[in-house]
């Protein structure tokens, strides 16, 4: 593939699949990543990544029906990404074990042929029944631990005489949610995530022994420039995945307040929060997080996003927080972010940014 621009790095491998880039983009809901960004990524030769969290947000008959809609939107974003990619790529998506529809969504994206199933926010211990191994969607879970990754493969290998076909490991610095405790993140300077790394590579040399294939390792969080990724190769990964960076591509799906909103944001703008999901998240500092702090906003509608949620004691619908931000309300909606979104200055395409990164 002529992309203009060369690339150093070695191509991602995942079982018959090959990205010829190493770069995933992480899945951003709600709305953030669909097809535009996910599909610009794939046609470079990345591995774009649709968030299914309340997809079909904006389709319509969403107020009425969220599982209906969401189920359409996937079907219709991933076909739209995979048309885009033009065969380049990888096209998958990012599924959150928090999802009340969790199951649906799984299926549908097989259904409609993903290369790839990622999913976090929770542990994906039922993931390998919901996908034949015979189909070519391929899975991964996300860990922040070696603990997390013990678990779940042990408990696929037991059950269902699986393993992961990829694992994305999120380390402190990443947007959206994350798997550390708040004690964690206020002391992230002193956390050794770079041994937790080598850990979990060890424990899954145990996986790929057992199951006689390689299971290759992508690091997540707060990788921003093509130094990250070569420290990340160093420490064993066979890859990244990048979020916050994407924001600020014409490609990506958000409104253009959004993208501007992360280039205005400074290193200072950004903080930890609480998330009805049950875990801390990281957010760009605005008038929405300042309402939180003075009290609870209550629930006018439930979406039905959340598996485990009630409506009448959260302090806030993440679903409407994440919307009216994705659609530009980026004042009074939620802006997850990465812990480096102040060091982004300007809006680029997907292919400069991919460029950059894959020139170094
Ligand atoms: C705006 C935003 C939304 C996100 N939404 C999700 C999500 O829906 N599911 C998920 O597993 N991770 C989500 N993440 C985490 C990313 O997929 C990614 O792993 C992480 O942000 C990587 O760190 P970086 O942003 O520093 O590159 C989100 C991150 C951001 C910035």
């Given at each position: 593939m002529d992309r203009g621009y060369n690339s150093s790095l070695k191509s991602l491998k995942i079982g018959d699949k090959v990205a010829e880039l190493p770069i995933i983009q992480g899945g951003m809901g709600v709305g953030v990543s669909r097809s535009s960004l996910a599909g610009a990524v794939a046609a470079e030769g990345g591995v774009g990544i649709i968030s299914t969290?309340?997809?079909?947000?904006?389709?319509?008959?969403f107020e009425k029906d969220q599982a209906g809609c969401n189920r359409r939107a996937i079907r219709k974003h991933i076909c739209k990404a995979q048309e885009i990619a033009g065969g380049n790529g990888l096209i998958g998506v990012n599924i959150m074990v928090?999802?009340?529809?969790y199951k649906e969504h799984v299926q549908e994206a097989v259904a409609c042929g993903a290369d790839m199933i990622i999913s976090g926010?929770?542990?994906?211990?039922?993931l390998p029944e919901l996908v034949?191994?015979?189909?070519?969607t391929r899975i991964a879970p996300i860990v922040s631990s070696k603990r997390a990754l013990h678990l779940i493969l042990k408990m696929w290998a037991h059950r269902y005489n699986r393993t992961a076909d990829l694992i994305v490991v999120e380390g402190?610095?990443?947007?959206?949610?994350?798997?550390?405790?708040r004690e964690q993140l206020a002391h992230r300077?002193?956390?050794?995530f770079d041994q937790e790394i080598c850990d979990i590579i060890t424990c899954k040399k145990e996986y790929e022994e057992k199951f006689g294939r390689e299971i290759p390792v992508i690091i997540a969080g707060g990788i921003f420039d093509r130094k990250d990724i070569d420290h990340a190769m160093l420490l064993g990964a066979d890859g990244v995945q990048i979020a916050s960076r994407f924001v600020?591509?014409?490609?990506?799906?958000?409104d253009e307040s959004y993208k501007q909103a992360y280039v205005n944001a400074?290193?200072?703008d950004v903080q930890i929060i609480q998330s009805p999901v049950g875990m801390p998240g990281r957010a760009l500092r605005n008038s929405f997080i300042k309402a939180v702090e003075k009290g609870r906003i209550p629930?006018?509608?439930?979406?039905?996003?959340?598996?485990?949620?009630?409506p009448g004691q959260v302090p806030y619908c993440i679903t409407k927080a994440l919307i009216d931000a994705v659609k530009g309300d980026v004042e009074n909606g939620l802006m997850f972010c990465g812990?480096?979104?102040?060091?982004i200055d300007k809006i680029t395409t997907v292919h400069e940014l991919m460029r950059e990164l894959a020139e170094g």
């Open positions: 969290a309340q997809i079909g947000f904006d389709e319509e008959g928090a999802l009340k529809h926010a929770g542990l994906p211990m039922e034949p191994e015979f189909c070519r402190p610095e990443a947007g959206g949610h994350l798997g550390f405790s300077g002193e956390l050794d600020a591509t014409r490609e990506c799906d958000a400074k290193e200072e629930v006018k509608k439930c979406y039905n996003c959340l598996e485990k949620c009630n812990a480096n979104v102040g060091r």
